[in-house]
């Protein structure tokens, strides 16, 4: 009878064949990048310019031309925007006017890609037969929705009236970025409507609150950030 063979240790020169795959280095994965990564952020503030048109309603002209330049940061912790813009809307009473505007947001990120704060802003309406301005400031938030191959960010701040004391304008501005400004990307097509609710302007003996109206704009602007 044939007696059994003792088994040879894999150590003792026995060839064994290994199914593992080998370890991957971590230095030599591929990182992501702004192309790659579901979203995008800098330690730094990248400057931007925009420009487009500007529609309004309720004592403007219908259209106009808008342009603008600012810094934006994107952050894990911070989202912060300031900007400053210029348009050319007249005003129906005297055919002529413009307007300037410096606006700074601050928002806290938090999950699923929502955001919260607020900021100020300052604008001033300068027209051949008068000028008005005034500084006021606005809280909200908004959401980032990305996906594999879309992205947008929807914002909603509320613009409260502040040192208004001649219309008292307030209400919400609502604004849209395609894609959304957390990707890595250069352009961006935004658009801003605003909404807003305002009383006659006052004059010495009438404060003008009686009359009470509402009044729109839709800025509509394509954005390049370096």
């Known amino acids: ?56 309603r ?15 940061l994107e952050s894990t912790r911070f989202l912060f925007w300031a900007e400053a813009s210029a348009d050319n809307l007249h005003k129906q009473d005297s055919n002529t006017g413009s307007d300037l505007d410096l606006k700074s947001r601050i928002f806290v990120t938090a999950p699923r890609g929502f955001f919260f704060g607020g900021g100020a802003q300052w604008s001033k309406l300068t027209t051949s037969l008068y000028s008005k301005q005034a500084w006021r400031p606005t809280f909200g938030g908004g959401k980032d929705l990305i996906r594999e191959d ?32 957390s990707r890595g990307r250069h352009w961006f097509y935004r658009q801003t409507l605003g909404l807003y609710e305002a009383h006659q302007t006052a004059v010495p003996g009438n404060p003008g609150t009686e009359y009470r109206f509402l009044t729109s704009f839709l800025d509509m602007t394509v954005m390049y950030r370096f």
């Not at 290994?18 to 990048?33: F, G, K, Y």
Request: no cysteine; aromatic share 8%.
């Open 150 to 181: 879309f992205s947008m960010r929807a914002q909603v701040v509320y613009v409260l009236p502040g040192t208004d004391r001649l219309n008292a304008s307030q209400g919400p501005e609502m604004s849209l970025w395609l894609p959304s400004p």
């Open 1 to 56: 009878p044939l007696s059994p063979q003792p088994l040879m240790a894999a150590n003792e020169g026995t060839p064994t064949l290994s199914l593992a795959s080998p370890a991957v280095p971590v230095a030599q994965l591929r990182p992501e990048t702004p192309s790659t990564s579901p979203s995008w952020y800098s330690a730094w503030p990248r400057p931007f310019a925009y420009g487009g048109m500007a529609l309004s």
């Open 58 to 72: 309720g004592g403007y002209e219908p259209t106009g031309g808008i342009v603008g330049t600012g810094l934006n």
